[in-house]
């Protein structure tokens, strides 16, 4: 069984730029969901994919948007990058949404934004 | 809204001591709880959890209980390794619109030989 991947693995921006990050999910998971892990924090909630449809948002800006594909693979799209746009992305997925689901989380993709 | 409140570290303990990792949470609703552990390079593994009150969640030695009363979910272990070293992080998941994962700051530890 795979788990989650996700690339690449690292990256460098400047600001302004856009970036586009990439997920596949677990085998089976039809659920996916994006956190930014800013260092030594913990993980926040950007949003959440169920089949292909925005299905929960967390706090962040219009500039942060996302895709689900078919096969339940998932893009995370950042415009107009800021220096505080530098963090670890990861990427989970889950076999349904519920609340008791357990999230598999991917390695991330570190972001620096110069 | 929902939040997460952990011990802050980083916590350093002696190989074979007991582990306590305290964690509190504020929801609505009648959330999930977990547990998840980052190893350095890596991502982030689910330890255990627990999906009601006074379930009690357990793996690789570690445990911990959902508390109502207390609104906690306090992490233990009874021994721990050098391989236990790491960073915590307690979390909680409520029922409703996008699962919605809260997560604590984190907790570092680190077990000496």
């Known amino acids: 069984e795979t788990g989650v991947t996700q690339s690449p693995t690292h990256l460098i921006k400047t600001r302004g730029q856009q970036v586009t990050l990439r997920c596949s999910s677990q085998s089976g998971h039809n659920t996916v969901s994006w956190y930014q892990q800013a260092l030594g924090q913990g993980p926040q909630f950007i949003f959440q994919?169920?089949?292909?449809?925005?299905?929960g948002r967390g706090n962040f800006p219009p500039r942060f948007s996302g895709l689900q594909f078919p096969n339940y693979s998932s893009e995370l799209n950042v415009n107009a990058l800021e220096l505080d746009d530098s963090a670890l992305y990861l990427c989970?997925?889950?076999?349904?949404?519920?609340?008791?689901?357990?999230?598999?989380f991917g390695p991330g993709t570190r972001l620096l934004v110069l | 809204g929902n939040s997460v409140t952990q011990m802050e570290g980083p916590v350093t303990l002696s190989e074979e001591a007991f582990l306590t990792i305290n964690c509190t949470y504020t929801a609505t609703g009648y959330p999930s709880l977990f547990w998840y552990v980052q190893y350095p390079g890596e991502g982030l593994q689910l330890l255990l959890k627990a999906t009601k009150a006074d379930d009690k969640g357990s793996n690789k030695g570690f445990e911990a209980t959902y508390r109502k009363e207390t609104t906690s979910f306090h992490l233990e272990k009874g021994s721990v390794q050098v391989s236990d070293s790491a960073v915590y992080f307690c979390a909680l998941s409520d029922k409703g619109y996008g699962q919605n994962f809260v997560f604590g700051p984190g907790t570092r530890l680190s077990v000496l030989p």
């Open positions: 989970a997925s889950s076999q349904a949404r519920g609340a008791g689901e357990t999230q598999y």
């Open positions: 994919y169920y089949r292909e449809e925005e299905n």
